[in-house]
């Protein structure tokens, strides 16, 4: 690999589908998805990249069957209990995106303690998306800056740097590589402010079934992509 990308997120799709065709109920695929999140948030630690974001539970799936959605956070508790020990162990450093404030409130004790817990480890970024939005993470750091902007009228938004400082995790960079499972194409409401200038990577693999050599080979794929940032190529060798 020529060029490794510095923040890489995916979006995990197709636990469901997994689950379906292989005649099972959809919590099936979605406790074969933890097992995918842990090989992979392993192995990304292990090459060497900084952060890792994970799409693990949309502001919309709120609206998914109530017990769709009661057993999704029992495994993130479940995880959450589990991968504690491995976290620590493997220098990893959680931090979570969203509106944590609509999570059960178990949930959320646990997630603040294993951030805590983390908080000092300099490996790997892990970054859970959880009760997370695109549109609703600029629409809260826009009501951030609001709110202090009346405390502070002598300061004015200039820049795009700026306005990264009221965003949910601002240490964050901006992602490089998004790679999306299960061959859907589109970024349904993902990180929008940070996917602006991001390689984009399809596959058809269901999420369960995604494994370290695909991983890879997006990040194979990355390397070989030009980044020019409007640039042109003349000026970017």
């Known amino acids: 690999m020529n060029q490794l990308p510095n923040h890489v997120a995916i979006i995990m799709d197709g636990n469901g589908r997994w689950a379906k065709r292989r005649g099972l109920p959809r919590i099936f695929g979605h406790r074969e998805g933890v097992k995918a999140v842990k090989r992979i948030v392993t192995h990304a630690a292990n090459t060497g990249i900084s952060a ?101 009228e002598a300061v004015e938004m200039n820049n795009d740097d700026f306005f990264r400082n009221f965003l949910y995790n601002p240490e964050l960079a901006d992602i490089d590589l998004l ?39 997006a990040l194979d794929e990355y390397s070989t992509r030009i980044r020019r940032f409007g640039r042109t190529d003349e000026q970017i060798r």
């Open 179 to 217: 790679i999306r499972t299960s061959g859907e194409k589109r970024l349904s409401n993902f990180m929008l402010w940070q996917l602006a200038y991001a390689e984009l990577y399809f596959t058809q693999t269901l999420w369960p079934g995604f494994y370290e050599d695909e991983f890879d080979l």
């Open 52 to 152: 890792l974001s994970l799409f693990a539970f949309s502001s919309e799936n709120w609206l998914r069957p109530k017990d769709e959605v009661t057993s999704l956070m029992k495994l993130l508790s479940e995880f959450l209990d589990n991968e504690l020990n491995n976290i620590i162990k493997q220098n990893i450093k959680l931090v979570v995106s969203g509106r944590m404030q609509l999570l059960p409130e178990d949930v959320r004790e646990k997630l603040l303690n294993v951030m805590n817990m983390s908080s000092l480890n300099t490996g790997l970024t892990l970054n859970l998306c959880l009760s997370y939005g695109g549109r609703q993470e600029i629409v809260d750091a826009a009501k951030a800056y609001c709110r202090m902007l009346s405390e502070n």
